[in-house]
């Protein structure tokens, strides 16, 4: 009888601790994405959803300025927006910039492929563009997109924050319009980009400017000019030339340097004796 009651106790404990368990698991359940977006006012919608690793000390920084969130694709809205055109004149952005038919472009931080369909007509059917991301979402939006259009010179490549994954050597002009802010580790991407430049192809910014404060841009989402000069040049990049004539960004365009003509000497095969006069 006794044995039986301290079974009987014994099955109630674990029963208690089963339960216990379950509760656990269940308060510690993330809240489905769907109730996360309800939550979420819908005029916020172009603001990021993603939250950069922050330290206790606040935003992660890089020389000296915060790197801004990335933006999530629950905006994307925000890139295709009516006042765009007015606001960022990209067909005057992408005249400055001179793009030869038959190029290879990449667009680096494509979002939805705004400029990323304005260059497939530029660079024409012997060109191409190099539409990456780090957003899977924002690149199945973009396919689609250029589809729609009917371009089919476009080509999607879901890239990481540490790996440019474009071909090296191969791409005469990267384009970042208001991405390189987001970059969570500069460094890294810019000698990507470096690699995948040939010799004098261009590395071109377009950032919200940082200067002047009638941009109705988050500080952290815009750059200055200084600030840029001071990041890519250590990377490698040679400025060339910046335009202001847009309304709210500056385009700063950088240059892989081609070889020094000492280093050409150098890697000359060395002259025969045959050769010598
Ligand atoms: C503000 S949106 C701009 C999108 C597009 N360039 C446009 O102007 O419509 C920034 C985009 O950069 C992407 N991005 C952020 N960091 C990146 C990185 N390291 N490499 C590639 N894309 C990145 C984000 O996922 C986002 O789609």
Redesign the pocket.
Same mark, same amino acid.
Request: negative net charge; glycine residues 10%.
């Given at each position: 009888m006794t044995r039986i009651r301290l079974l009987g106790t014994a099955l109630a404990v674990v029963l208690l601790l089963l339960q216990a368990s379950l509760a656990a698991q269940v308060t510690d359940a993330p809240a489905p994405q769907k109730e996360l977006e309800k939550e979420r006012d819908p005029q916020d919608q172009a603001k990021p959803l993603r939250r950069p690793r922050r330290s206790s000390a606040g935003p992660r920084m890089y020389m000296g300025r915060p790197i801004a969130d990335?933006?999530s694709?629950h905006g994307a809205d925000w890139?295709v927006r009516d006042t765009r055109e007015q606001e960022e004149q990209p067909e005057a952005m992408l005249d400055a910039l001179k793009i030869k038919p038959g190029s290879t472009v990449a667009?680096?931080?494509?979002? /939805?492929?705004?400029?990323s369909l304005k260059l497939a007509r530029r660079v024409g059917s012997e060109g191409i563009v190099l539409a990456?991301? $780090?957003?899977p979402e924002?690149l199945q939006m973009l396919a689609a997109n250029a589809r729609a259009a009917g371009l089919k010179n476009v080509r999607p490549i879901r890239?990481?924050?540490t790996d440019?994954k474009l071909p090296e050597g191969k791409v005469d002009l990267v384009l970042?319009?208001?991405?390189y802010h987001?970059? /969570?580790?500069p460094e890294t991407?810019l000698q990507g980009l470096l690699k995948a430049l040939k010799p004098g192809g261009r590395l071109v910014l $377009?950032e919200f400017r940082g200067e002047d404060p009638e941009v109705p841009i988050k500080p952290e989402?815009k750059m200055t000019f200084a600030q840029v000069r001071r990041e890519l040049e250590p990377q490698g990049f040679k400025f060339k030339e910046k335009f202001d004539f847009l309304p709210w960004q500056h385009i700063i365009v950088f240059e892989k340097p081609v070889a020094k003509d000492k280093d050409k000497v150098e890697e000359a095969p060395a002259r025969s004796k045959a050769d010598n006069p």
């Open positions: 990335v933006m694709f890139l667009d680096v931080g494509a979002g /939805v492929g705004y400029t990456t991301d $780090v957003q924002m890239c990481t924050s440019t970042m319009v208001d991405v987001e970059c /969570v580790d991407t $377009v989402h």
